[in-house]
């Protein structure tokens, strides 16, 4: 007797009934529950056909077998479906998950047809990333992406299986000799450098805002963002509650990157006083121009009184760093930049990680902070007095 194939059923005699019994495993149904079918004959082979017929059946039933769907479909119903039912257009997990399967994922496997891509697709995909420079951390997040795109597929009888898991990351030598993408390593700057560049901004509309990034480490989307409501110059102290957010090229303003994001932030007496100048000036051009309305409640606006979009802003910040001759500056150095002046001044790390909108202390250890100085002295005071003790200590 020849045994029966997987996902071909059972079948069995019932001696008191005299009559065959066929049984069927049709997998999870979409409420999560296992779906099984019995039938019975007078024979094993009439019952045998009736398990043909009714695995038929449910293969041919639409949402029920793998259509022919391709990679890039897949992952375009699983972001509307499975990710806006818990990330909402426009979060930080919304606009980390479309970018990724955007530039990625549909770029490199979007045409791909689900029932042929294997791991080594997906293994051709990471290699072709890395060996562009992208960082391993940006490779894992792409293959982690495509895994839950494939995992979800399987729940939904839309593929079988998650060859994503399966595949292998590059190894680090192909990372190591990878053409390099142009990035550059975000600097901060000293003291003085730091005060050439905002005596450079004083005469401009834009002097406020670079006090402002400065003291308060504020992230480009959220200086940008902050409104006459989040300000209260009495009790010197600055709401960061919102960010720009980009999605499918429009712009809009919503919550900060992560949940710790929102927070209060008081200003010391210097940004304070450039808030109130600016304010007032922005005040009057803004009743002298005829500026547009909608943006009535934005503190920082471009000349004509609109959003500063991220190339103006970066474009301000390049042209005032090389007026001050500090050399290149980007936005995002000027949060570097509070976060290493007060490193240096002895403000510990878990305040510092409060300051900039982070949970632990980890990104301020490992990215925010820069060493400002060249020696490194944390030795001198402490072995001086623990190697000559009758030492008189230094002033």
């Given amino acids: 007797m020849t045994r029966r194939g997987r996902g071909e059923g059972t079948i069995h005699h019932e001696a008191e009934r005299d009559r065959w019994v066929g049984q069927l495993d049709l997998g999870l149904g979409v409420d999560g529950k296992r779906i099984r079918r019995k039938v019975v004959g007078r024979t094993k082979s009439d019952v045998a056909a009736k398990l043909r017929v009714l695995r038929s059946e449910h293969e041919s039933r639409p949402g029920t077998t793998p259509r022919q769907l391709t990679v890039g479909e897949l992952a375009s119903d699983w972001l509307e479906i499975a990710v806006r039912s818990r990330h909402p257009e426009g979060s930080p997990m919304w606009d980390n998950y479309s970018y990724v399967l955007e530039h990625h994922v549909v770029s490199g496997l979007g045409e791909h047809p689900l029932r042929t ?54 190894p680090a030598r192909v990372f190591e000799q990878a053409t390099s993408r142009g990035s550059r390593s975000p600097r901060a700057l000293t003291a003085d450098e730091t005060q050439a560049l905002l005596a450079a901004a004083e ?14 480490g504020a992230r480009p989307g959220e200086l940008t963002a902050v409104c006459d409501e989040d300000l209260d110059l009495t009790r010197r102290v600055l709401l960061i509650c919102r960010a720009w957010k980009s999605s499918g090229g429009f712009r809009h303003l919503g919550e900060p990157k992560t949940k710790t994001g929102t927070r209060t932030v008081a200003l010391p007496p210097i940004a304070v006083e450039a808030l109130r100048v600016h304010l007032t000036r922005q005040q009057s051009n803004r009743q002298a121009e005829r500026w547009p309305p909608e943006w009535d409640s934005l503190v920082f606006t471009s000349s004509a009184g609109t959003p500063i979009h991220p190339a103006n802003l970066r474009r301000i910040v390049r042209d005032l760093a090389e ?18 002046l007060l490193s240096d001044r002895g403000v510990p790390n878990h305040e510092l990680a409060d300051l900039l909108g982070h949970t632990t202390t980890r990104m301020v250890e490992t990215h925010y902070r820069h060493r400002l100085t060249e020696a490194i002295d944390v030795a001198v005071n402490p072995m001086e007095q623990i190697l000559r003790p009758d030492a008189p200590e230094p002033g």
């Fill in 117 to 170: 891509v294997s791991p080594e697709h997906i293994e051709h995909l990471l290699v072709d990333r890395a060996e562009k420079g992208f960082s391993p951390a940006t490779v894992r997040r792409i293959r982690n992406t495509l895994s839950q795109v494939f995992r979800w597929g399987v729940r939904r009888r839309q593929c079988n299986w998650d060859p994503a898991s399966f595949a292998e990351m590059p």
């Fill in 203 to 216: 005469p401009t509309p834009h002097h406020a805002m670079l006090v402002t990034a400065v003291c308060t």
């Fill in 323 to 340: 007026t001050a001759g500090v050399g290149h500056l980007t936005p995002y150095d000027l949060r570097h930049t509070a976060a290493s």
